[in-house]
């Protein structure tokens, strides 16, 4: 069963705490992204990595880390310095130097902060 | 019925109608457009895409349509059934945009009344 897979669905977190989001996809894509998705606005773009080892800073990455170890796997760190961090987040992948520049999505993950 | 999305980001069919929901994009050069489906609390879906070399493509019950001229793209869904009950955004990708980033509308709430 090939797809996007993020882990948990939902999760809270104290003020303070450092939190890490799971994403991972078995389609062979060599690019992967996370979104954050609030009420009332457009996906904004976080972090995206074209190949292992390697990633880019988004529209939004301040507050957030990221890393690609392994080319199925990119997960998402929401740290402390990150002020408003309660929403839905989204990781997405694709296949680079494909004909499509299609990205397919995760179920999400909505991260809650007490 | 007919939408623009980020000025009626609702829309409310008749079962069986068909339903019309509009994008205006913001920058001529891009290239590559991606209608996706969002239902609550999961992830979007990818419905139905368009490069800018064409001016309309079809697929299962939807069709999307570019013009270019004014920048606006339109998902138009035939026959509309209570299952497409969902969030429909509009996302683009500029030629110039090496890590394939997209920009994402706000997206459209679709409601089909049975």
């Known amino acids: 069963d090939g797809g996007i897979t993020q882990s948990p669905k939902y999760l809270f977190r104290k003020e303070g705490q450092n939190v890490t989001l799971s994403c991972e996809q078995n389609l062979n894509h060599d690019a992967m992204y996370w979104y954050r998705q609030d009420p009332g606005q457009g996906l904004r773009l976080i972090y995206y990595s074209q190949i292992v080892n390697d990633f880019q800073k988004g529209d939004i990455a301040e507050g957030y880390s990221v890393s690609r170890e392994k080319k199925e796997s990119f997960p998402l760190t929401v740290t402390s310095a990150q002020k408003n961090p309660t929403a839905f987040y989204l990781c997405?992948?694709?296949?680079?130097?494909?004909?499509?520049?299609?990205?397919?999505f995760g179920p999400g993950t909505r991260l809650t902060v007490l | 019925g007919e939408s623009v999305g980020l000025h009626l980001p609702t829309l409310s069919v008749q079962e069986g109608d068909n339903s019309i929901i509009n994008c205006a994009y913001s920058?001529?050069?891009?290239?590559?457009f991606i209608w996706y489906k969002q239902e609550s609390g999961k992830g979007p879906q990818f419905i139905i895409d368009?490069?800018?070399?064409?001016d309309k493509r079809q697929g299962q019950r939807v069709t999307v349509l570019l013009n270019k001229t004014v920048k606006h793209l339109s998902l138009q869904i035939a026959a509309t059934q209570p299952g497409d009950s969902a969030v429909y955004f509009c996302a683009e990708k500029r030629a110039e945009n090496t890590g394939n980033q997209f920009y994402f509308g706000t997206g459209t709430s679709l409601t089909v009344i049975p």
């Open positions: 997405a992948s694709k296949q680079q130097g494909a004909s499509t520049d299609t990205q397919y």
């Open positions: 368009i490069r800018s070399n064409m």
């Open positions: 920058n001529s050069a891009s290239d590559y």
